[in-house]
């Protein structure tokens, strides 16, 4: 995955810091929503071997569309957010985002 997203709780502390350093104000948390989304674009165009889909998030849902703009996807989280899942254990969510891209990719 790319160095630029972050992957863990002290990955996303990190990139809070670098934000406080420059002047701006960021929570974990909106790092953290914005990571999800983009851990799983990475995962995607990984699997596609290049950017076919994309990744939009409605709400705390992860819509998946094609090309051409059709619906392919949709990634919910396993427990209450992904900001929960993500801060509770980050790794069992990125596996559960990769078995989520194997079922997208898979399903065509």
């Known amino acids: 995955m790319s160095e630029y ?10 990139r809070v810091a670098k ?4 002047g701006e104000k960021v929570t974990p948390e909106e790092v953290i929503e914005q990571a999800v989304p983009d851990i799983l674009q990475a995962l995607l165009d990984e699997a596609l071997e290049g950017c076919y889909d994309e990744v939009k998030r409605d ?4 819509i998946v569309t094609d090309v ?8 919910t989280p396993k427990g209450k957010s992904f900001v929960d899942d ?11 985002l990769e ?3 194997a079922h997208i990719v898979g399903g065509r």
């Open 59 to 62: 709400g705390d849902k992860l």
């Open 5 to 14: 997203i972050p992957e863990n709780m002290e990955e996303v502390a990190v």
């Open 86 to 96: 993500f801060k509770t254990d980050s790794d069992s969510l990125i596996n559960y």
């Open 68 to 75: 051409m703009g059709e619906q392919v996807g949709v990634v």
């Open 99 to 101: 078995a989520q891209v």
């Open 19 to 22: 934000y406080q350093v420059h």
